[in-house]
């Protein structure tokens, strides 16, 4: 282990879906790491699909859309087609801006800090929304906070839910071998949709070995679901990619 490569020989796993995990995988491999993909998350699209181009099809009717995810903007943005000029736009935290931007949306409302529904809603900007038409894009099903404040505070609020997530068929060989020869030291997870379908796919024989590792999720909502699971040794650093490897770096330096 070096400065500049302070994960070195650290076996991690990384559950994110295929789809999206090819940065995290790049910037685990430059710390020196040995990322150990396996998929516990799919996005599949909506199953109700109509009722989500009934929305689009008002989008420039609504004052603001609400991105809660970079899922959120990349499926989001896929099936609206071009950005109605006068609705603007927000995002959760960083991540999700920084996806809509690199879609060609600019001007994004967001936290500085946090990553959540809560530090969203606390922008001054949110206040006052009185009258306004605001539509939040999310995968279906999720937290109901965000909208039932909106509404609180006067707002006519409306979903527009562009995917939805799934458990994927996946081998476990892999992970159970890695496991048991002790190459896996570290378990990642980006939501607790992930955290239950790696339960299902490992399985309970997995389970002693599994809450051994330490695990690294971005929020503390996932932190505290992970604790009710069976993890032992559960860091939260931050939110995003960039949390996680914060908290692995910070652990493995001083492991």
Excluded at 224 to 236: A, S, V
Aim: proline content about 8%; charged content about 20%; aromatic content about 6%.
């Amino acid at each position: 282990m070096t400065p500049d490569r302070p994960l070195a020989n650290v076996g991690v796993l990384v559950t994110r879906p295929a789809s999206q995990a090819a940065g995290f995988i790049a910037r685990l491999k430059e710390l020196g790491a040995e990322p150990l993909l396996f998929p516990a998350l799919t996005i599949l699209p909506p199953l109700h699909s109509d009722v989500l181009d009934a929305v689009l099809r008002q989008l420039a009717g609504y004052d603001l859309a609400i991105f809660i995810s970079p899922t959120a903007a990349e499926w989001g943005l896929a099936a609206s087609g071009p950005w109605p000029v006068g609705t603007r736009v927000a995002a959760v935290g960083r991540g999700t801006a920084q996806s809509l931007a690199a879609r060609g949306v600019h001007s994004i409302l967001a936290p500085v800090e946090g990553a959540d529904s809560e530090h969203l809603l606390a922008l001054p900007e949110l206040a006052e929304v009185g009258g306004k038409r605001i539509v939040i894009f999310r995968g279906e099903g999720g937290r109901e906070l965000l909208a039932d404040v909106l509404r609180s505070r006067g707002a006519q609020v409306d979903y527009a839910e562009c995917y939805r997530r799934g458990c994927p068929a996946a081998d476990p060989a892999p992970v159970m071998a890695g496991l048991a020869a002790g190459r896996i030291r570290a378990i990642t997870a980006f939501s607790r949709e992930t955290l239950d379908n790696l339960m299902a796919l490992l399985g309970e024989a997995c389970q002693p070995a599994l809450f051994a590792q330490p695990l690294f999720v971005p929020h503390p909502r996932i932190a505290e679901h992970g604790g009710k699971l069976g993890f032992r040794t559960i860091l939260t650093r931050g939110p995003g990619e960039s949390g996680l490897i914060a908290g692995l770096v910070e652990y493995f330096t001083h492991a």
